[in-house]
């Protein structure tokens, strides 16, 4: 299921599988986490997400595509995100984007 606690946190920060449309919430990492470690692991997932949405920035490509090349972006930086941690990212940025 998940590698990480990363994985799981940024999953669970997004909404993914659990939303129609991503938000950053950080109450759902709260819940799971508690609040001392959701402190430590908020930053990190803005810091993730920050990235992968900036790779998108002056982009011309289709909107399919837009999400899976920022979780490749992700997934380079930060190799120990999940595959569905990765899906996430995609599914985040893809939604945003537009």
């Known amino acids: 299921m998940f590698d990480d606690p990363l994985s799981r946190a940024l999953c669970l920060y997004v909404g993914y599988e659990r939303l129609q449309i991503p938000a950053r919430q950080a109450e759902e990492v709260v819940r799971a986490f508690g609040p001392e470690r959701a402190m430590t692991l908020t930053p990190k997932l803005d810091e993730i997400l920050d990235y992968a949405v ?6 011309e490509i289709d909107l399919p595509n837009i999400g899976r090349d920022a979780a490749n972006a992700a997934r ?3 190799p120990s995100l999940s595959r569905k941690a990765r899906k996430a990212i995609a599914w985040y940025v893809s939604q945003h984007w537009q």
């Open 76 to 78: 380079r930086k930060y």
């Open 54 to 59: 900036g790779r998108t920035i002056g982009v």
